[in-house]
């Protein structure tokens, strides 16, 4: 088992933004979905935006047209570029690969947005 590790958390004021990214090695293999989740304080942990192997995209309504999931095939990394950033948005973001035997989680990132 391995640790996907995650970058790129930070604090910003409300408007601001931040590119969240999320790197594993290749050892993991048929990875068929990743997935950003985002859990607010006090709150349970939802998914907020998916990529699935072939590239296709969905996103959560509350983050739809201000967040861009992609990835990047030969740095083995996700990442979720997050404009426009609104304190709701606070919470430690998790990446997660769905490999079809298991799911593989980031140790989480920590989101402040303040305004």
């Known amino acids: 088992q391995v640790q996907l590790v995650e970058s790129g958390g930070g604090s910003v004021q409300a408007g601001g933004s931040l590119r969240l990214s999320c790197t594993t090695d290749?050892?993991?293999?048929?990875?068929?979905?990743m997935r950003w989740y985002r859990q607010a304080p006090g709150k349970r942990r939802d998914m907020i935006a998916t990529?699935?192997?072939?590239?296709?995209?969905n996103y959560e309504d509350s983050v739809k047209g201000r967040f861009t999931i992609s990835r990047d095939t030969d740095k083995n990394t996700v990442y979720l570029q997050m404009n426009s950033l609104k304190p709701e948005d606070t919470g430690v973001y998790y990446c997660?690969?769905?490999?079809?035997?298991?799911?593989?989680w980031g140790q989480g990132s920590q989101v402040t947005v303040s305004s």
């Open positions: 290749r050892s993991i293999f048929s990875i068929n979905v």
């Open positions: 990529i699935t192997s072939s590239g296709l995209t």
């Open positions: 997660c690969a769905g490999t079809g035997w298991g799911d593989v």
